[in-house]
């Protein structure tokens, strides 16, 4: 493992930096306080190849490693949460499982617009009765012909206002638990898909969080994705890849309020002097930089570890846990280092602290990454 960025690297990620702070920051506070999905941000990250960055050129991607995918998910999140959360579920859990168990006409039609931001994906997996167990989802799938019929209701879904295409999944037996699960690729215009509004958060409020209806949908078995009651592993594939973006968001997230906490410590005066001049607001920052760096290398190592192409979930499930729990404390500190004027809607940090929480939350909550991570330990000791 190679901790230091290739020269690639470091361009690409001079390049989405420039991007995100000429394109991304100037509407990010906006964009929190109207919840407006920034459509036309993914349309010019997807120019750019941020749309599906491991996604091979042949299928309109970027061609590049999970590494420099981790480092456009960082810098995105690093000025806006919101977007960077946006492009995380494009790449990693709709791009990438399309790439891996997609057939040839299911890459031309569906993946080549996707990673290339002419179109948008979500993931509806989750349900009201079925979050952290998704092997209980209640969407079903009934055989007819050389069609599916796909009835049910998702939540909490990512994109789901504005997405062309989701990655839906359902079950063709709940007896079967996970192994009745199947995955489909759903264009948003098909009869029957409709999508609830915007759920206003407490965070990564531009991000287009909905519910999803599916009123006797018929899906040609063309748009399977995997064989049928293989989708429970199409999902928990996709979300390996998923935590490792997540974890990438959650350092983006706490570098950016880190960075405002440097800077209103030099220019903040009290008792006659820059309070960064105190040792308790110094020892503070410390522990921030020394922790970020710390999520940023469980970070790459989880990235390294799905280049090498074997399963890399305890990696990614590490960096999930620690770099989401890290972004609490970090935007916490900051917070507490731009005292009441943290605290208040003028000043960006107050937006950092409230998007971190979600990084906790979705794409499992730190008790599944728990599990995940006990579970491999228990197993491989
Ligand atoms: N890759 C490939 N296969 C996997 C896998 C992985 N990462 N994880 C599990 N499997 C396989 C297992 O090998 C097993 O296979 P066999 O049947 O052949 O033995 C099968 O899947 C079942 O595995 P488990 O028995 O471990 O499954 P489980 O039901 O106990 O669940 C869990 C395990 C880790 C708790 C899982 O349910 C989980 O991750 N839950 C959280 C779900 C989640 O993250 N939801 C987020 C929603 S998406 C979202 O938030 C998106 C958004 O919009 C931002």
Redesign the pocket.
């Known amino acids: 493992m190679h901790i230091e960025l290739s020269d690639e690297q470091r361009l690409l990620q001079d390049s989405v930096r420039q991007f995100a702070e000429e394109v991304v920051r100037p509407r990010a506070k906006e964009i929190d306080e109207s919840g407006e999905f920034p459509r036309q941000f993914f349309a010019q990250a997807g120019e750019l190849g941020l749309a599906g960055v491991t996604v091979p050129e042949r299928y309109g991607g970027a061609g590049m490693d999970p590494l420099s995918y981790s480092i456009v998910i960082e810098e995105i999140s690093r000025v806006c949460a919101s977007s960077g959360?946006i492009l995380?579920?494009n790449n990693s859990?709709v791009c990438d499982p399309i790439l891996k168990f997609g057939t040839e006409e299911q890459k031309e039609a569906f993946l080549e617009p996707l990673a290339a931001g002419e179109t948008l994906g979500?993931?509806a997996?989750?349900e009201p009765e079925a979050?952290?167990?998704?092997?209980a989802i209640r969407t079903t799938a009934v055989r007819d012909g050389d069609d599916y019929i796909l009835t049910g209701n998702k939540v909490?879904?990512?994109?789901g206002t504005d997405a062309d295409v989701a990655i839906v999944f359902a079950t063709v037996d709940r007896e079967l638990?996970?192994?009745g699960i199947t995955a489909f690729i759903v264009p948003a215009d098909t009869p029957g898909y409709s999508h609830g509004s915007h759920e206003y958060k407490l965070g990564v409020n531009a991000s287009g969080?909905t519910e999803l209806a599916f009123a006797e949908m018929r899906i040609p078995v063309s748009q399977r994705l995997g064989e049928e009651g293989a989708g429970?592993?199409v999902?928990?594939?996709a979300?390996?890849g998923?935590?490792l973006g997540?974890a990438s968001q959650a350092v983006g997230i706490a570098q950016g309020a880190f960075e405002e906490a440097l800077e209103y410590s030099a220019q903040r005066e009290q008792f006659g002097r820059p309070i960064g001049e105190f040792q308790a607001i110094q020892f503070y920052l410390a522990d921030m930089s020394t922790e970020i760096d710390a999520a940023r290398l469980l970070t790459w190592k989880a990235a390294w570890a799905k280049g090498s192409g074997r399963?890399f979930?305890l990696e990614a499930a590490q960096a999930k846990l620690f770099a989401s729990e890290m972004a609490q404390r970090v935007t916490s500190k900051a917070l507490q280092i731009h005292g009441g004027y943290g605290y208040i809607r003028e000043y960006n940090v107050e937006r950092y602290f409230r998007d971190a929480r979600i990084a906790e939350i979705?794409?499992?909550?730190s008790e599944?990454q728990k599990?995940?991570i006990s579970?491999w330990v228990l197993q491989n000791t």
Do not use: Q
């Open positions: 959360v995380s579920v859990l979500c993931f997996l989750t979050g952290s167990d998704p092997a909490f879904i990512t994109s638990r996970h192994k969080t429970f592993k999902a928990m594939s979300l390996d998923g935590r997540i399963r979930s979705y794409e499992g909550t599944i599990m995940v579970n």
